[in-house]
Every structure is written in C-alpha cells, then in structure tokens.
C-alpha cells in the first residue's frame, strides 16, 4: 500500500493538525507518516501532502488527548513537541494512535516494548530533564524598567513550557524569559497570563540596560562565589558533568570578576 506522508509544521498546532487530517482522511494508519518540515530525501512510491496548521483542528486533538491521557499525559505531549527530535512527529502521532486505539490511555507511554512509544518516552523525559534543569538554573535579572529578564539558550523549545512554572512562583511580577537561540520571547504581565512573541514582533523589542541595583547585586553576588570557592578542589570536569557549559553562559555567577 502507498505510503501517505503528511508534512506539517514544527508546532503544536501543526502536528496535531495532523493527526487530526490522518484521522479525518480515514487514512491507514500503519502507513501514515507524520513529517516536520521539507525533506531533500524523497521516499518512493510515497504522496507527500503538506497539511497547514488549523487551532480549530488542534484543540479538538488536544481536547481528545486530555479526556484520554489526562493533564500528566498531555504533558508529556508537550514535552515531545518542544523536542528538537525530528521525529517528533511521527513519535507523537504512534502515541496518540496507540492511546485510542487500546485503550490505555493514561498508561500508554508505560508500555516501552512498542518501538514507537519507546522513542516517544524518550524524547518526553529528556526534554523534561531540560525543563527541570531551567527550573534551578535560569537567572533573572531586573531592567532599568524594572521588569525581570531571563535569556536562555536550551537545547530544545522549551520557553513557554517554563513560564508557567515561573508565573506561579512570581504572579505579582512582570517578567520575560527570552530563548536566544530561536528569538522566542515569553512575557508575564504581573497578575496576568503569559503571552509569547515571536518573529518580527522581537525585532520591535527594545529592552533597557539592566538597572544599577542590579548590576551592583550581580557584581556582589560574583565576588562572594569566587570568594568561597576553594582554589585547591577545583574539579572542572566534574562542574562541567553536573552544570553543563550551555547553562553557564547564562549564569551570572559563572561570569568572570
């Protein structure tokens, strides 16, 4: 049978659009393919269709997703989602199909035997092992205007999975955590929700230099970690196995006196 490949984009909505399409086409889906993006590589006897991301279609999936797998699975979801696993997709739609299709539900990334769900439980814990890292490890700093600023560089799309985190901790604060690496902007309105800003709209964004209390505090605070430090039991390697030198760029008291 003729392989079906469906090529979305690199987005919740554009792989849930997917899945929706594979579902709604009553394609076989042992032959379905969920593909991120174009490929060079084209595969034979295969028909490529490319499916535009629709959030009507998207939150039904994920309203479906929610009912069957609950909130820890839809969770995990979106841990695979964030993933910067280019099989994500594919991952993701084996999942879901799985889920449905026997009933598990709640305990479907339990059954590790499947190949699929294998690499989907993968992808989901170490994203989720990123996400809790950020949790100790992101740094904000207060700006001339006095909002916090966070910049991170993570390996995969984890901005917006973060925030939540942080608008519970700080809901009277106004915030933004910036993912350098993908121009992505998470911003926090104190005592609202979170909104993200991406693509042309970061390039309006002007921020202020940060404000003198804190670059007196970060100067401080970088004194008193050299000041501690113990000279004869430095262990780089081992700082470097336990904090990760794409953390440390970020962290101001990783920075030189």
């Known amino acids: 049978m003729e392989e079906k490949i469906l090529i979305c984009e690199d987005s919740l909505e554009g792989i849930f659009t997917a899945v929706y399409q594979a579902y709604a086409w009553r394609l076989d889906k042992e032959h379905v393919f969920l ?66 299709k026997n009933g598990q539900g709640r305990n479907v990334l339990s059954n590790v035997k499947e190949p699929y769900i294998q690499k989907a439980f993968e992808i989901a814990r170490n994203v989720n092992y990123e996400i809790h890292h950020m949790y100790g490890f992101l740094r904000f700093a207060e700006l001339e205007n006095g909002i916090l600023y966070a910049k991170i560089g993570p390996k995969n799309n984890i901005a917006t999975l973060l925030a939540p985190h942080f608008a519970d901790r700080f809901p009277l604060e106004n915030f933004m955590i910036h993912d350098a690496g993908r121009q992505i902007y998470v911003l926090h309105p104190a005592k609202k929700g979170c909104f993200v800003v991406t693509g042309k ?36 390697k081992l700082q470097r196995n336990m904090l990760p030198l794409r953390f440390q760029e970020f962290m101001v008291e990783m920075g030189k006196k």
């Open 201 to 236: 709209e970061c390039e309006e964004l002007c921020l202020p230099e940060y404000s003198k209390e804190e670059l007196y505090f970060q100067s401080l605070f970088v004194e008193f970690c050299h000041t501690i430090a113990i000279k004869e039991r430095e262990n780089l």
């Open 35 to 100: 593909q991120i993006g174009e490929e060079e590589n084209l595969r034979l006897f295969a028909e490529y269709i490319t499916v535009a991301p629709e959030p009507e279609k998207a939150e039904k999936v994920a309203s479906t997703v929610i009912r069957m797998m609950g909130e820890e699975g839809y969770w995990d979801l979106c841990c695979m989602l964030a993933s910067n696993d280019r099989e994500k997709g594919q991952a993701v739609y084996r999942t879901i199909v799985t889920a449905l």
